[in-house]
């Protein structure tokens, strides 16, 4: 069948389709897709290192903060402190207040660095997925203006994702395709193409369609 034939249900039954469902479900709904960009965050936690080797003496003390926070984010909480497991809380919401207390901080005290924007999205993905969309667009908005390269990357997706949710269709677009066209080391251009086509696949099959069958070919080429 002629992608000029393809309807919603060829779509729906396409192998690539199943794999954009798959891998960018969470623009499905906000909360669906902040969960989504926090586990990110915690897979840019864990590839920090490869900014490890610029350290001196202020570097250090940033990473120094940026394990504090962690050390918060993954304190124990209950009403009875486990013997040495580090940090505790009474309350879930005890901890997480603590923790957007600390990455909060750290943003603020490390603008435009590595550890400064970890902090930065983390808070973004927390405030979006409490609902408060406009302060996580404020704050991804900032990680873009300001943040390395690769961080900007993770930004502009997640910014591009909620953008186009909310009905910002052009400008949530443009930042995912500079995004495809200028893939970093945390976000492939595959990844955000995916993420874009999972965007179009309701209202323009189509050009999903299109963006699909471009990247089957280059995973042709590649294999």
Known sequence: MSSSHLTRKDLKNDPLTHEVEVGAHYV???????????????????????????????????EVALFEARRVMIATVGATPAAGKGLHFNTVEERDKAVADAYTKLAADYPGTAEGAIAKLYVAAA????????????????????APAPF?????????????SQGKVDEGRKLIQEVIDSPTEFVSSEHASLALARLLLKDKPEEARKLLDALAKSRSAVS
């Open 152 to 164: 900007v990357s993770t930004a502009k997706l997640a910014l591009g994702q909620i953008l186009y």
């Open 28 to 62: 499905a709904d906000h909360k669906k897709m902040v969960t989504n960009v926090a586990i990110a965050i915690g897979v840019l936690l864990v590839g920090y290192g490869a900014y490890a080797y610029y350290s001196n003496s202020q570097a250090e003390k940033r």
């Open 127 to 146: 405030k979006a997925d409490k609902g408060e969309i406009d302060g996580a667009v404020t704050d991804y908005r900032a990680v873009v203006s300001s």
